[in-house]
């Protein structure tokens, strides 16, 4: 009789050893699926395949070899065959087609190849390592190809030290999925399981986020359960994964609610423990949750968040859930016996909206919604602009209040890959803002109250896009992506011609550029970020995450004052200039006020004191950004 995916995929063990308690990772996670070693030389393959009446193995490297397997209850068929570790092969199904192993974990030969067996062992280092509260959290997007010229896990390891001397705590790594090709942004990945051969494969990211704990950073890593790619998707043949209920933008949806779906998230869930326990992931930002459709009083998003904080716990490590959400929806955070999914954070496109909108006057698309500091100080106050209220854009009133929830369940950004790749040009904000927009940006998201993050070269100001890319080898699929996007761009109102997604050239164009990092003005926006990193690290003055006591205030048609409370009592002002220089007066802020530091077009400043009785007068410059603390008497 089989054992339970579910049972077996979820079995923790914590031994001792030497006298020190220790997680044995063999023990701690039992794939159910793929192939999986055994000892003595042996390898279990099993597969579900519920829409297949016969299915072998075909061992296609280092020899040839063709194996039947055996039916087993609910759909799955099983074989154990002497193979080892570099062994590459196919399922050949019922009508001869030969498919890779929907459960792979290595796809050397890219989505159409044979798939290769990989042992779960590795030599990490990180014993001690046991995760990062949420509330440390600082977060850099990174997306592997363009983040090094050699686009690879191993060549991003030599960044880890700049990036953690610069205050970032915790690195997300977008979407590893093996993918078509050697260029994609990831979100086309065809097999859930598998890092991307391109980049290095399964060690390649081992190694990784073995020195990413080595530096004392988290790893999250981007995974994509509301749809697969087009191009190499052949789970269709196996069984039904997919549903034609319900539809999502990008491909057919998964059937996480419909007749035999236990076993499709199954499927799913087993690749995120994946991730957790043979790749110690610390993290899983889960993207666009608003595109999982799912009517069962189980949820598939709340089963999943519960199986990895089981596993985190079980293996003493601090393990998130993070989701991309459009939806305002603060049932995502809510507890399980109040209904909601338990998840431990999600972000705030509307933080992002809000302050793009004022930054560059932009109003087309969804920034329709947006353009006033007044959306700019809601957002402060309560995480979400938009919660219950009606939106003109989507013409109807969406979201909810997400009350009693702590600012540090809630991830912001000035900039992350959507909204840079989804612009026509790939546009960042340094290609149109000034230094001192660029400084009160970082300053708006680094000292806000949420978790910060920062999309890579963000911290020097780079100008080289990010494009959306590809390297799809069917060309009418290419075709039909390019017009899809041209498309959506129409909203917005985007002139000129939209670069090739699937040209080598438009990938080159986004890789980040060393020299940008290195010049003087890459260095002094650096040394910006790092100092407001240190801030928020050490002022005492920000170090609660209570939405209740954060303040938020439009003074005149151009400043924002965002007042806060640390658990000390002491208390901070964020002063945040859109427009031009002029005096602000700020009422109900008497007492003696020490800048931490002041930022405009001249430079950077601090140290400064002023006294007031009621009201604190400032004199504050062109797009400047500053922070008062209160200091005693």
């Given amino acids: 009789m089989l054992v339970s995916a579910m049972q077996s995929m979820t079995a923790v063990v914590t031994s001792k050893?030497?006298?020190?308690?220790?997680?044995?990772?063999?023990?701690?996670?039992?794939r159910a699926l793929g192939s999986v070693l055994q000892p003595g030389g042996d390898c279990r393959f099993r597969v579900w395949a519920?829409?297949?009446?016969?299915?072998?193995?075909?061992?296609?490297?280092?020899?040839?070899?063709?194996?039947?397997?055996?039916?087993?209850?609910?759909?799955?068929?099983?074989s154990e065959i002497k193979a080892g570790e570099?062994?590459?092969?196919?399922?050949?199904?019922?009508?001869?087609?030969?498919?890779?192993?929907?459960?792979?974990?290595y796809q050397p030969e890219t989505v159409h190849g044979p798939t290769e067996i990989v042992s779960a062992d590795f030599p990490w280092t990180d014993g001690g390592w046991r995760g990062l509260p949420l509330a440390r959290f600082v977060i850099y997007e990174m997306h592997a190809?363009?983040?090094?010229?050699?686009?690879?896990?191993?060549?991003?390891?030599?960044?880890?030290?700049?990036?953690?001397?610069?205050?970032?705590?915790?690195?997300?790594?977008?979407?590893v999925a093996q993918f078509p090709g050697r260029r994609n942004w990831g979100y086309d990945g065809v097999y859930p399981s598998a890092a991307?051969?391109?980049?290095?494969?399964?060690?390649?990211?081992?190694?990784?986020?073995?020195?990413?704990?080595?530096?004392?950073?988290?790893?999250?890593?981007?995974?994509?359960?509301?749809?697969?790619?087009?191009?190499?998707?052949?789970?269709?043949?196996?069984?039904?994964?997919?549903?034609?209920?319900?539809?999502?933008?990008?491909?057919?949806?998964?059937?996480?609610?419909?007749?035999?779906?236990?076993?499709?998230?199954?499927?799913?869930?087993?690749?995120?423990?994946?991730?957790?326990?043979e790749f110690h992931l610390d993290a899983l930002r889960i993207d666009a949750v608003h595109a999982i459709v799912d009517h069962s009083a189980f949820p598939f998003l709340a089963e999943l968040t519960e199986a990895v904080h089981d596993l985190g716990e079980s293996l003493g490590r601090a393990v998130h859930v993070i989701a991309e959400s459009d939806l305002n929806d603060p049932a995502l955070l809510a507890p399980a016996e109040q209904g909601g999914f338990a998840m431990d954070a999600q972000w705030s496109?509307?933080?992002?909206?809000?302050?793009?909108?004022?930054?560059?006057?932009?109003?087309?698309?969804?920034?329709?919604?947006?353009?006033?500091?007044?959306?700019?100080?809601?957002?402060?106050?309560?995480?979400?602009r938009y919660a219950g209220d009606y939106s003109g854009f989507r013409r109807r009133r969406y979201g909810a209040l997400p009350a009693g929830l702590e600012a540090t369940r809630f991830v912001v950004c000035a900039q992350n890959h959507d909204q840079i790749g989804n612009r026509m040009k790939g546009d960042r904000l340094a290609a149109s803002l000034t230094?001192?927009?660029?400084?009160?940006?970082?300053?708006?998201?680094?000292?806000?109250?949420?978790?910060?993050?920062?999309?890579?070269?963000?911290?020097?100001?780079?100008?080289?896009?990010?494009?959306?890319?590809?390297?799809?080898?069917?060309?009418?699929?290419?075709?039909?992506?390019?017009?899809?996007?041209?498309?959506?761009?129409?909203?917005?109102?985007?002139?000129?011609?939209?670069?090739?997604?699937?040209?080598?050239?438009?990938?080159?164009?986004?890789?980040?550029?060393?020299?940008?990092?290195?010049?003087?003005?890459?260095?002094?926006?650096?040394?910006?970020y790092r100092m407001l990193m240190t801030l928020r690290r050490e002022e005492p003055a920000l170090d609660s995450a209570d939405l209740s006591s954060v303040k938020a205030?439009?003074?005149?048609?151009?400043?924002?004052?965002?007042?806060?409370?640390?658990?000390?009592?002491?208390?901070?002002?964020?002063?945040?200039?859109?427009?031009?220089?002029r005096f602000l007066k700020v009422p109900g802020a008497g007492g003696s006020w020490r800048a931490s530091f002041i930022s405009s077009e001249s430079g950077l400043s601090g140290g400064a004191r002023l006294e007031a009785d009621e009201e604190l007068t400032i004199r504050i410059g062109d797009h400047e950004a500053s922070l008062w603390i209160q200091e005693k008497r």
């Fill in 435 to 528: 230094d001192a927009q660029l400084r009160l940006a970082a300053a708006a998201v680094i000292l806000s109250p949420f978790i910060p993050m920062l999309f890579m070269g963000e911290e020097y100001g780079e100008s080289a896009p990010f494009l959306y890319f590809t390297s799809h080898s069917d060309r009418d699929l290419v075709e039909a992506v390019t017009k899809g996007r041209r498309e959506e761009f129409s909203a917005f109102g985007w002139q000129g011609d939209l670069p090739d997604p699937d040209a080598e050239e438009t990938f080159l164009r986004s890789r980040l550029d060393a020299g940008a990092q290195s010049s003087r003005r890459g260095q002094e926006l650096s040394d910006f």
């Fill in 196 to 277: 991307q051969n391109s980049y290095g494969g399964p060690s390649g990211l081992k190694r990784l986020v073995d020195a990413i704990h080595g530096h004392g950073m988290a790893a999250i890593l981007d995974v994509v359960y509301n749809h697969l790619g087009p191009e190499g998707n052949y789970l269709s043949e196996f069984g039904p994964y997919f549903t034609d209920r319900y539809k999502t933008l990008w491909g057919l949806a998964l059937n996480f609610d419909g007749p035999e779906s236990d076993e499709v998230r199954g499927y799913f869930i087993e690749s995120a423990l994946g991730w957790i326990a």
């Fill in 553 to 581: 205030d439009v003074i005149g048609d151009s400043a924002l004052v965002v007042s806060r409370s640390g658990t000390g009592g002491q208390r901070s002002l964020l002063i945040l200039n859109f427009g031009d220089a």
């Fill in 349 to 384: 496109d509307d933080f992002h909206h809000a302050l793009h909108t004022v930054l560059t006057g932009e109003k087309g698309g969804y920034y329709a919604d947006f353009g006033s500091l007044e959306d700019l100080a809601v957002v402060y106050r309560r995480a979400f």
């Fill in 17 to 30: 050893e030497a006298g020190s308690d220790v997680v044995s990772e063999k023990k701690g996670f039992q």
């Fill in 145 to 175: 190809g363009t983040f090094t010229p050699d686009g690879t896990f191993d060549a991003a390891i030599a960044e880890l030290p700049r990036l953690r001397d610069l205050g970032i705590t915790a690195i997300e790594i977008m979407p």
């Fill in 50 to 78: 519920p829409w297949q009446d016969r299915l072998e193995v075909h061992l296609v490297s280092p020899a040839d070899e063709l194996v039947e397997m055996s039916r087993r209850d609910g759909g799955y068929f099983e």
């Fill in 86 to 105: 570099g062994t590459r092969y196919f399922y050949r199904l019922s009508n001869g087609n030969e498919r890779p192993d929907p459960a792979s974990r």
